[in-house]
T-cell receptor
Framework: DQQVKQNSPSLSVQEGRISILNCDYT??????FLWYKKYPAEGPTFLIS?????DKNEDGRFTVFLNKSAKHLSLHIVPSQPGDSAVYFC???????????????FGKGTKLSVKP | NAGVTQTPKFQVLKTGQSMTLQCAQDMNHEYMSWYRQDPGMGLRLIHYSVGAGITDQGEVPNGYNVSRSTTEDFPLRLLSAAPSQTSVYFC???????????FGSGTQLSVL
């Protein structure tokens, strides 16, 4: 039973346009959410996070939106650049509960291709 | 700035062999963990440690052992390799917990 779902395995976007990556979760205990970016043959790198007390967090071209009632979050990249082409993983944690509940649960990832 | 260092980068084993994947971090992070990444499966937690001398199981611990004798090192041992353990393994560390993890570059393991 997947607790964190990324239903789109891939996404193709034109350079300069907006990329929207989606993530759904099922566990109501999750209170902290992250996005990681992964290039081939490298480890994932942290991109942006959001706590459940917020509904939006912005960092440069990257914005994460959280809709708690829908158990849905999305990552917006504006404008998209060819260097953004990578696999993006959504992850969630039940941080306030601590212990093993605090461990990150990852989605399966979405491969973003930004075409020049 | 080494960050999280994993060795080896590639390894081929025969079924039944044992080996240890090394992981070291130089950021004085308390939290360390091992994930495996399989096609279409995302990243799944194998074992984790919240500090030296403390380890616990993650989502997929069977067939793996860990120990944490120092803050810096967190080796992952495959006791008797099986083809199902063919995967890419990532070690990750965090300052106090699993939030905002720093990942190593991975070990690609094939078990024949």
């Amino acid at each position: 039973d997947q607790q964190v779902k990324q239903n789109s395995p891939s996404l193709s976007v034109q350079e300069g346009r907006i990329s929207i990556l989606n993530c759904d979760y099922t566990n109501s205990m999750f209170d902290y959410f992250l996005w990681y970016k992964k290039y081939p043959a490298e480890g994932p790198t942290f991109l942006i996070s959001i706590s459940s007390i917020k509904d939006k967090n912005e960092d440069g071209r990257f914005t994460v939106f959280l809709n708690k009632s829908a158990k849905h979050l999305s990552l917006h990249i504006v404008p998209s650049q060819p260097g953004d082409s990578a696999v993006y993983f959504c992850a969630a944690s039940a941080l306030k509960y601590g212990g093993s509940q605090g461990n990150l649960i990852f989605g399966k990832g979405t491969k973003l291709s930004v075409k020049p | 700035n080494a960050g999280v260092t994993q060795t080896p980068k590639f390894q081929v084993l025969k079924t039944g062999q044992s080996m240890t994947l090394q992981c070291a971090q130089d950021m004085n992070h308390e939290y360390m963990s091992w994930y495996r990444q399989d096609p279409g499966m995302g990243l799944r937690l194998i074992h984790y440690s919240v500090g030296a001398g403390i380890t616990d199981q993650g989502e997929v611990p069977n067939g793996y052992n860990v120990s944490r004798s120092t803050t810096e090192d967190f080796p992952l041992r495959l006791l008797s390799a099986a083809p199902s353990q063919t995967s890419v393994y990532f070690c990750a560390s965090g300052p106090t917990g699993p939030q905002k993890l720093f990942f190593g570059s991975g070990t690609q393991l094939s078990v024949l």
